[in-house]
């Protein structure tokens, strides 16, 4: 890819600035070349679609299996302000679970006598579904584990999980239908999303959704390797050695627009074949298309399942 100077070496041909030499004039040059930065960030942001650059991010999935049940846990329960209790065999190390209502939620588990491990405080502050997840240490000798829910008021409960596998304090399990997975800061649109099954074959993924620009959510039962080629944000132009994000064949409509656009005062008549000669190049450049957002098909059901 070409570079902010190259373009402006480029540019430089085209208004006839160069020595006999070959040498860039650098006395009758300088105020251009403060200038070249600026402009081509304004030239940049204008052809970024037609540029074919792209980047690419990996999501890997497998879903951890819930202690209640593999495909148990996505239901609505109704507290009554009785206390109501979720049992599962096997020793707890990371909890999940969203209320939408105030109430204490106690993680337990059980060696002989029943042991509190994390103590929930849900504020009435809460109006709608909240999550609450953290790892807890499980008690030597635990054979059971459960969720204590308890409260002086009505509230609803889903979301609700136990794990009892080691999870870093990083990688916490999000147990929703879809779990939210935030695109890279650069990202501005995606191109594809490609699915890579256990079989290793590959197709285009339907088992996903978007919410707003930058967030991904992914059926949870998913399996597989997702890889999504994305249109990056053009990081801004503020340096003469700063390497354009756009392709070189797109770049070299950079040249007629940085020529056009600095030699408009000076040269009128020769900024205006320069600016007619970029668009020409524009229009030739439009061809290849531009990276769209594909449209989603929601697949998922509540029994773990898919829809035709």
Not at 117 to 125: K, M, S
Not at 160 to 171: G, H, L, R, W
Not at 260 to 273: K, T
């Amino acid at each position: 890819m070409y570079t902010v100077l190259e373009i402006f070496n480029l540019a430089i041909d085209l208004i006839d600035e160069k020595l006999a030499t070959g040498a860039v004039n650098a006395t009758t040059t300088a105020v251009y070349k403060a200038r070249t930065p600026g402009i081509l960030n304004i030239w940049q942001n204008e052809n970024y679609n037609n540029g074919d650059l792209y980047a690419e991010h990996e999501i890997s999935c497998k879903p951890a299996t819930n202690m209640f049940g593999y495909s148990s846990g996505m239901d609505y329960l109704e507290y009554k302000g009785i206390e109501k209790i979720i049992e599962a065999v096997g020793s707890v190390k990371q909890y999940y679970f969203e209320v939408d209502g105030e109430g204490t939620v106690y993680v337990e588990d059980f060696n002989g006598t029943w042991n509190t491990l994390d103590t929930v405080i849900a504020p009435n502050t809460i109006l709608s579904f909240t999550a609450f997840k953290a790892l807890v240490t499980p008690s030597i000798g635990a054979t059971k584990s459960r969720l204590r829910f308890s409260g002086a008021y009505r509230y609803i409960i889903t979301n609700y999980a136990m794990f009892d596998v080691p999870v870093s304090p990083s990688k916490l399990i999000t147990f929703r239908p879809y779990v939210k997975h935030k695109m890279p800061t650069d990202f501005k649109s995606v191109d594809q999303i490609i699915d890579e099954y256990c079989d290793r074959q590959m197709s285009v993924n339907s088992y996903y959704k978007w919410i707003g620009r930058g967030e991904l959510f992914i059926n949870y039962f998913y399996e597989g390797n997702i890889r999504i080629s994305y249109k990056p944000v053009p990081a801004p132009i503020m340096d003469i050695n700063q390497v354009l994000q756009v392709d070189e064949i797109t770049s070299m409509s950079g040249a007629y627009f940085l020529a056009a656009h600095l030699g408009i005062i000076e040269e009128p008549a020769s900024a205006s074949f320069f600016n007619e000669r970029y668009l020409e190049l524009k229009a030739l450049s439009n061809i290849k298309g531009t990276a769209t957002m594909s449209d989603i098909i929601d697949v998922y059901s509540m029994g773990g399942g898919y829809n035709s």
